[in-house]
């Protein structure tokens, strides 16, 4: 069974402060997603990832795709409390649209 | 504004009861995933479907079955329930990459 880990677990942090969130796999992936997840919601897409070394941005979150396209970084800048949330990765291998989920990191942007 | 529908935000069932939890997405979908969600445990892949009448297990389909009659209803159903089934149950579709999820059943079977 393939797995995608995630790190830390668990971040409490002040806002205005920068953080990164970790995503890793010892399989490679055709594309890695990222969602965030609100209490009681479904997750929803944040970013799809496709090309090894790949960066987007989408205003203040960056996401990074590994060159070897089996890791997956998310960096947040001046965290606000609207960030606040549970963040997923999600790979897929060629060929399929099934998607591995990561375990989650849990974030809380204090204000 | 596109979405996936699940039918039920929160169910309770008894233990050996039949379950069923519909999901209808009207973003003409060719895919359709059950998953569910336990802490710790993260997302986790029951079944899912590429086409109309398709199904294929995913990761844990035991104690599962599913239904996809029509192209926009994607059906879970638990045969016999147990309490080891208790958890959040999330349904997705997605054309090519990307999911767009429902906003899940929490299911607490006593």
């Keep these: 069974t393939q797995l995608l880990e995630q790190s830390p677990q668990f971040l409490s942090i002040q806002e205005g402060e920068n953080l990164t969130v970790y995503c890793n796999s010892s399989s490679v992936f055709s594309s890695l997603q990222w969602y965030r997840q609100e209490p009681g919601e479904g997750p929803v897409l944040l970013v799809t990832v496709v090309t090894g070394g790949e960066v987007k941005k989408l205003k203040r979150l960056t996401f990074q795709f590994g060159d070897a396209r089996k890791d997956s970084s998310l960096h947040i800048t001046a965290a606000q409390p609207g960030d606040t949330g549970l963040y997923l990765c999600a790979g897929a291998t060629s060929g399929t649209y099934k998607y591995i989920f990561g375990t989650g990191t849990r974030l809380k942007v204090l204000a | ?110």
């Design chain 2, 1 to 110: 504004d596109v979405k996936v529908t699940q039918s039920s935000r929160y169910l309770v069932k008894r233990t050996g009861e039949k379950v069923f939890l519909e999901c209808v997405q009207d973003m003409d979908h060719e895919n359709m995933f059950w998953y569910r969600q336990d802490p710790g445990l993260g997302l986790r892949l029951i079944y899912f479907s590429y086409d109309v009448k398709m199904k294929e297990k995913g990761d844990i389909p035991e104690g599962y079955s599913v239904s996809r009659e029509k192209k926009e209803r994607f059906s879970l159903i638990l045969e016999s329930a147990s309490t080891n089934q208790t958890s959040m149950y999330l349904c997705a579709s997605s054309k090519t990459y990307g999911y767009t999820f429902g906003s899940g059943t929490r299911l607490t079977v006593v």
